[in-house]
């Protein structure tokens, strides 16, 4: 692995949620390969997913690209765009596993609390939650930073790593709010998950 973004996985690795979606992540066998970009050194990163008609030349799991001129900085200021983009790929197991068991008949109590929780927080239900608390806020960055899959990503990379340009910007709740709602998906979707046959892949 190049040792640039070796130093960036590690720095990340000390940080719980990271690890809560990176362990989500590898039960779903669906942690993204982590490959460079070159673009403006304000992109730190992205994450590029097969998308509805399964581009072939982007991998199953999907693809988190770091910028190759960001990445020359301090690891420090990459690493909340590695989570920041991982949340976007946790997203697209979530929106996978919810399909895989919204239509079962004899559900768990943990599928079925997964169920009830997804449906309040995943999609625009985060955007509404960021309009709850902060409405001006919410309407006038919906084109991006306060729209659902966004906002879930923002939220979880800020409260981890305060003080960023987008967690300054942000009324103080909105984000520690919605990563809070996120972080019990993501548990109750593991516990899903753990309850799958170990062979079981995606």
Request: no cysteine; hydrophobic share 30%.
């Amino acid at each position: 692995m190049d040792e640039t973004i070796a130093n960036i996985l590690k720095t990340a690795s000390s940080n719980p949620d990271y690890q809560q979606i990176a362990n989500y992540l590898m039960s779903r066998r669906s942690y993204p390969e982590i490959a460079y970009m070159n673009k403006p050194s304000s992109n730190y990163g992205t994450f590029t997913s097969q998308g509805m008609f399964g581009n072939a030349n982007i991998p199953q799991r999907g693809i988190v690209s770091i910028n190759r001129n960001a990445s020359t900085v301090d690891p420090n200021l990459v690493a909340p765009t590695l989570v920041h983009e991982l949340t976007h790929a946790a997203e697209t197991q979530l929106y996978k596993q919810y399909n895989e068991i919204k239509g079962k008949s004899n559900k768990t109590d943990v599928e079925r609390q997964f169920i009830e929780n997804f449906t309040k927080i995943m999609g625009a239900k985060a955007t509404e939650q960021a309009s709850a608390i902060n409405p001006e806020f919410t309407k006038n960055n919906t084109a991006y930073r306060t729209r659902g899959d966004e906002a879930l990503a923002f939220a979880l990379a800020n409260v981890n790593y305060p003080n960023s340009p987008s967690e300054q910007n942000a009324p103080s709740h909105i984000d520690p709010t919605i990563a809070t709602q996120l972080m019990l998906l993501l548990e109750q979707a593991q516990r899903v998950q753990n309850q799958q046959p170990t062979s079981q892949g995606r």
